[in-house]
Nanobody, 122 residues
Framework: VQLQASGGGLVQAGGSLRLSCAAS??????SAWFRQAPGKEREFVAT??????NYADSVKGRFTVSRDNAKNTVYLHMNSLKPEDTAVYYC????????????????????WGQGTQVTVSS
């Protein structure tokens, strides 16, 4: 099983990026995005659970998570980016449907991608 994250880059504040996480080897019932800024702990960003999306308060209304089942790929569409969104973004997947109260816990996920850097300049 492999998760390949891509799509990061440098963007000005207010801009947009789309991250992709392509899974190979199996399908997953729960996919998520986390991020980690320098000197900070890894934090939950968004999750997609068999048709249901949930977001951290810090990104609600700006980020959208979606999934293309045919490509076994999860996307994170990021709009109205802010400098505080700067971080390494990781995709994570779980074989099971993670319960809503636990989606923000990194230990609930079985597989992780390698991370992709997102830098937002002011």
């Amino acid at each position: 099983v492999q998760l390949q994250a891509s799509g990061g880059g440098l963007v000005q504040a207010g801009g947009s990026l789309r991250l992709s996480c392509a899974a190979s080897g199996r399908t997953f019932r729960t996919s998520a995005w986390f991020r980690q800024a320098p000197g900070k702990e890894r934090e939950f960003v968004a999750t997609w659970r068999t048709g249901e999306a949930n977001y951290a308060d810090s990104v609600k209304g700006r980020f959208t998570v979606s999934r293309d089942n045919a490509k076994n790929t999860v996307y994170l569409h990021m709009n109205s980016l802010k400098p505080e969104d700067t971080a390494v973004y990781y995709c994570a997947c779980a074989a099971s449907r993670v319960i809503l109260s636990a989606v923000s816990r990194p230990d609930m996920y079985d597989y992780w991608g390698q991370g992709t850097q997102v830098t937002v300049s002011s």
